[in-house]
């Protein structure tokens, strides 16, 4: 772990390495999960602006994939970004957060392998290096 407390990636040699693309990955990829505090009614007033959001972000090339968990506590978002920080600075403009109605929790992960029915979608968000499986 570094000093903020987050995992470095660890390539082929077993060396550890302080960035994605030392290992063929463009970007870094992070699982983020948001976490309802409120009731659904307050939750449900914010989801035009939580939207507008989401678009504002998939347009930038930030969001890959996102959608609620079910039951209805929360979301999720998958993300690349390049650092930490600057996604923990993107979730805290999301409406839900601004709102103080939800919360996110972010998890920084190394993929390494991929189905072959996203067919060249990692590689155009710049993931790379990848097993393809199936």
């Known amino acids: 772990m570094d000093a903020r407390g987050l995992g470095r990636f660890?390539?082929?040699d077993?060396?550890?390495a302080t960035a994605a693309g030392d290992y063929g990955l463009e970007n870094a990829v992070f699982i983020l999960t948001l976490?309802?505090?409120k009731d659904l009614a307050e939750i449900d007033a914010l989801l035009p602006a939580h939207r507008e959001y989401l678009?504002?972000?998939y347009r930038e090339g930030r969001f890959l994939l996102s959608g609620r968990q079910e039951p209805r506590?929360?979301?999720f978002i998958l993300?690349?970004?390049d650092d930490p920080d600057e996604i923990r600075e993107i979730t805290r403009t999301d409406p839900f957060v601004t709102s103080a109605v939800a919360r996110y929790d972010i998890i920084r992960v190394t993929p390494t392998g991929v189905s072959a029915l996203l067919g060249?979608?990692?590689?155009a968000a710049g993931l790379t290096g990848l097993t393809v499986i199936g």
Not at 120 to 123: H, L, N, Q, R, V
């Open 35 to 37: 976490t309802y505090l």
């Open 79 to 81: 993300a690349l970004g």
């Open 14 to 16: 077993g060396t550890a």
């Open 55 to 57: 678009e504002r972000h």
């Open 73 to 75: 506590t929360g979301g």
């Open 120 to 123: 060249d979608g990692p590689a």
């Open 10 to 12: 660890a390539g082929p």
